[in-house]
């Protein structure tokens, strides 16, 4: 799938907001040492993405990261997967923290 369609799918599915359980959260992370590896090269670069999903109101969320080489959010294959889970997972919430979180951890 083209990253430009997935990226207008997933918005499409953010838009739409909360209508209840399953729920699907998207976090991206940078990291402040810029040009490790693994991480992103710029300071508006994701160089992770955590996808969390939560089957049922109270319950612990199950955790998925992707990390990419360069900018997750850019990231044709990663988009492309997150779509698929969130279909797959018949999610009726996906929420998107906007902005990339700082990453402290290697």
Request: no cysteine; glycine share 10%; hydrophobic share 30%.
């Given at each position: 799938m083209h990253l430009d369609k997935a990226k207008k799918r997933i918005a499409k599915h953010v838009k739409?907001?909360?209508h209840g359980y399953p729920l699907v959260s998207?976090?991206?992370f940078g990291?402040?040492?810029?040009?490790?590896?693994h991480f992103g090269k710029t300071p508006d670069s994701a160089s992770q993405l955590?996808?969390?999903y939560t089957e049922e109101e109270g319950a612990d969320p199950q955790k998925q990261t992707f990390v990419s080489a360069d900018d997750a959010r850019e990231?044709?294959?990663?988009?492309s997967t997150l779509l698929k889970i969130i279909e797959r997972a018949d999610a009726k919430t996906v929420t998107e923290i906007d902005g990339i979180s700082i990453l402290n951890e290697y």
């Open positions: 739409k907001g909360f998207l976090e991206y990291k402040e040492n810029f040009g490790k590896e955590v996808i969390s990231d044709e294959t990663i988009q």
